[in-house]
């Protein structure tokens, strides 16, 4: 995890000024990977009980916009936001419980993958979601769908 002292270089080489609901959401960003608002307002507010939910989705759009963080949205799924930038990297929704993890480019160099018709678009990004059950989900499922002996008395 970055010291407060980074995360003022990091707000300061963005252009943006160092304040302290600024500071505290970028290190909930950073604490809680893939974490939607709600979750990102609760952890601030455990610092600054004050902060308005606007204040903080008026830095996460700050944020967003001077590239500190990545919003993402999972198809069915709420905003989230994550401190892991500038590389194009995907994600693994689990279709059970909703757990996100981060999956490196599939194949290739940025945009990772190519259209097979960009239609005249010069594409700088891909985004791909792969859907599965993570480790915890699948053993349930198959601890669930296993025959069950019955017992004879």
């Known amino acids: 995890m970055p010291s407060t002292v980074e995360y003022e270089n990091l707000l300061r080489d963005a252009e943006l000024r160092v ?4 500071l505290a959401v ?7 990977p893939h974490a939607d608002t709600n979750s990102i307002i609760e952890t601030v507010r455990g610092d600054l009980p004050d902060v308005s939910h606007q204040a903080v989705y008026d830095v996460l759009k700050a ?5 500190l963080v990545r919003h993402i949205q999972p198809p069915g799924s ?12 995907h994600h693994i ?6 757990a996100i993890a981060d999956v490196d480019c599939a194949v290739g ?3 990772c993958l190519s259209a097979s018709n960009d239609h005249g678009f010069v594409i700088d990004e891909a985004e791909v979601v792969y859907r599965g059950l993570c480790p915890a989900c699948a053993t349930e499922s198959s601890s669930a769908q296993s025959p069950r002996k019955e017992s004879r008395v």
Do not use: I, K, M, W
Not at 78 to 89: F, K, L, M, P
């Open 93 to 98: 929704v689990c279709r059970s419980c909703g």
């Open 26 to 32: 970028l290190d909930a960003v950073y604490e809680n």
């Open 63 to 67: 944020f967003t916009d001077a590239g």
């Open 109 to 111: 160099h940025a945009p």
């Open 19 to 22: 304040t302290q609901p600024r």
């Open 78 to 89: 709420v905003a989230r936001y994550e401190s892991r930038v500038g590389d194009n990297h």
